[in-house]
């Protein structure tokens, strides 16, 4: 398997346009996860997903961020309209759904550039 | 919601083993331990977990404590390569993944 595939590597976009960041988790995993992580406030868990249905999305910072799951193979993040605050590395994580007990792995990220 | 609390840096010398520790007063008894670091410019990787029990593998050792309130991973020949971050998270029966800020590891030559 070729790991969780995150696409794009890098974005560079102008404040106010839409950004869709893009995750194919490992097949067979259940569980998906997206994070961000800035210089200030670390490594932040955003939403995660169990068989494809939003669990926690309490981290998502308001509502011009959007995740969706349309199937096992497949998750967006999207930001509308975006703002330069928004530039971040964003993760993607997938697993299988345990008790705790699975490990996650995460892609390379998206180095997200609002300006 | 359980956190850890960690040391914010660590140094080690090349070919001497880390202990990283960290503390999880809250934890409850079905949150499992586990630790990832991340290299830089990279994404997080699993590095071990345990429940209850030390835990060996080809990376690292997990020693928890009895009472599971504080835990130490385990690094017994640091190489220049383990320079990176090291998270020491809690997970739910959920699957809910939490990072706090982390330890960041040095390893002098």
């Known amino acids: 398997d070729a790991g969780v595939i995150q696409s794009p590597r890098h974005e560079v976009t102008e404040m106010g346009q839409e950004v869709t960041l893009r995750c194919k988790p490992i097949?067979?995993?259940?569980?998906l996860f997206w994070y961000r992580q800035t210089m200030m406030r670390g490594l932040e868990l955003l939403i995660y997903?169990?068989?494809?249905?939003?669990?926690?999305d309490s981290g998502m910072p308001e509502d011009r961020f959007s995740a969706k799951m349309p199937n096992a193979s497949f998750s967006t993040l999207k930001i509308q309209p975006s703002e330069p605050r928004d530039s971040a590395v964003y993760f993607c994580?997938?697993?299988?759904?345990?008790?705790?007990?699975?490990?996650?792995?995460f892609g390379q990220g998206t180095r997200l550039t609002v300006v | 919601d359980a956190k850890t609390t960690q040391p914010n840096s660590m140094e080690s010398n090349e070919e001497e083993p880390v202990h990283l520790p960290c503390n999880h007063s809250?934890?409850?008894?079905?949150?499992?331990i586990h630790w990832y670091r991340q290299l830089p410019s990279q994404g997080p990787e699993y590095v071990i977990h345990g429940l209850t029990s030390n835990v060996n593998n080809r990376m690292a050792s997990l020693a928890i404590a009895e009472d599971r309130k504080s835990s130490t991973l385990i690094l017994h020949r640091a190489t220049l390569r383990d320079a990176a971050v090291y998270y020491c998270i809690l997970e739910k029966y959920n699957n809910d993944m939490r990072f706090g800020a982390g330890t960041r590891l040095t390893v002098k030559p």
């Open positions: 994580a997938s697993k299988t759904k345990g008790q705790g007990n699975t490990e996650a792995f």
């Open positions: 809250t934890i409850s008894g079905t949150d499992y």
């Open positions: 997903f169990n068989n494809n249905v939003p669990i926690d």
């Open positions: 097949s067979g995993h259940n569980s």
